[in-house]
């Protein structure tokens, strides 16, 4: 089955400390998004990589970090300069603008929740 | 710049009532319109998706929106809700006109389905 895969779906950081969240999708996709998620705020954008090698900041984009080496993979690492990482994390992916997509659906993989200890 | 306003936080519907969740969109051009569900938890599901044409679109799991230019707004509407329909809902707007076809999505609105 074709899908977004996130690991791991709980992740505990003690302050201080990077993390990792690891994001794979097999839909072929070119456009991958990050997504932080903290109640009464809907998403907000992370950064954003529309091809392999290449990628955006989005709108809070300090204190985290991406790289996009292969087109199926785009992990996001929450530094020690994010003041307050504790949220949910959603990973999505898209045709993309280069595929000659006409719209922007986004697909969505099941979320990393990351704790601050 | 693009926003998305969904102005009801928290909804409380009993089953097997009609639903609508209002969403508010301000954008230039015509807008690409999105409805997202979330269980909790979990990723985000597309319900339904407007890009052009008929301006009632019919989605999964039996929910509808209908896009009115002149209100700029993109309800989504569903006549029997059922207890599985308790869930956040993200109503989002998309432009591929130089912002890399990026989504904004508004706050959410939780849905509480009562017995």
């Known amino acids: 089955d074709g899908g977004i895969t996130q690991s791991p779906k709980y992740l505990f950081r003690k302050e201080g400390q990077n993390v990792t969240l690891s994001c794979e999708q097999n839909?072929?996709?070119?456009?991958m998004y990050w997504y932080r998620q903290d109640p009464g705020q809907g998403l907000r954008l992370i950064y954003y990589?529309?091809?392999?090698?290449?990628?955006q900041k989005g709108d809070i984009a300090e204190g985290y970090s991406v790289s996009r080496e292969k087109k199926e993979s785009f992990p996001l690492t929450v530094t020690s300069a994010q003041k307050n990482p504790t949220a949910f994390y959603l990973c999505?992916?898209?045709?993309?603008?280069?595929?000659?997509?006409?719209?922007?659906?986004?697909?969505f993989g099941p979320g990393t929740r990351l704790t601050v200890l | 710049a693009q926003s998305v306003t969904q102005p009801d936080i928290h909804i409380t519907v009993s089953e097997g009532a009609s639903l609508e969740l209002r969403c508010n969109y301000s954008?230039?051009?015509?807008?690409?319109l999105f409805w997202y569900v979330q269980s909790p938890g979990q990723g985000l599901q597309l319900l339904l998706k407007?890009?052009?044409?008929?301006?009632l679109v019919q989605g999964i799991k039996g929910f509808e929106a209908e896009f009115k230019r002149s209100q700029s707004s993109f309800n989504l509407r569903k006549p029997s809700v059922h207890w599985s329909d308790a869930a956040e809902y993200f109503c989002?707007?998309?432009?591929?006109?130089?912002?890399?076809?990026?989504?904004?999505f508004g706050a959410g609105t939780q849905v509480v389905v009562t017995p």
């Open positions: 999505a992916s898209s045709m993309g603008l280069l595929a000659g997509a006409s719209y922007n659906e986004q697909f």
């Open positions: 839909l072929n996709h070119d456009a």
């Open positions: 990589s529309q091809i392999v090698n290449d990628f």
């Open positions: 954008y230039g051009a015509t807008p690409y």
């Open positions: 407007y890009f052009s044409g008929d301006t």
């Open positions: 989002a707007v998309g432009d591929l006109a130089g912002s890399w076809g990026k989504l904004q």
